[in-house]
């Protein structure tokens, strides 16, 4: 695996579901979204839920550990995401010790 980004993965996804919350809950404090940027860093941020990345990219998967913030206090995990064949975004956020989330994203 590689630090950089592999082209399919590189810029913003908007978060249009996820398995735990509602729509209005994930775009609370803005569009919820995650984004890869280069040298294996990256973000992610809805409904009160904002994180920094560290990305390990793969040809179709991206593995990442992260932390920040839920409503001020401070929160880590892990998660992954993978693109499938109609072009999307699909992962999951785990918080440690806490809930894991199902994402789907599409290209911001």
């Not at 994180?51 to 001020?72: K, L, N, R």
């Not at 499938?84 to 440690?96: K, Q, S, V, W």
Request: glycine share 12%; charged share 25%; aromatic share 12%.
């Amino acid at each position: 695996m590689t630090r950089a980004p592999s082209v399919p993965f590189k810029g913003k996804w908007r978060i249009v579901r996820m398995d735990l919350w509602d729509k209005a809950y994930l775009d609370m404090l803005g569009p919820a979204h995650i984004t890869f940027q280069t040298k294996g860093q990256g973000e992610f941020a809805f409904g009160c839920v904002q994180a920094t990345m560290a990305c390990d990219y793969a040809t179709q998967t991206v593995f990442f550990t992260w932390e920040g913030c839920d409503e001020m206090d401070p929160v880590h995990g892990e998660g992954s995401a993978e693109i499938i064949d109609d072009g999307f975004l699909e992962g999951e956020i785990a918080f440690h010790n806490g809930d894991e989330a199902g994402f789907k994203a599409q290209r911001a």
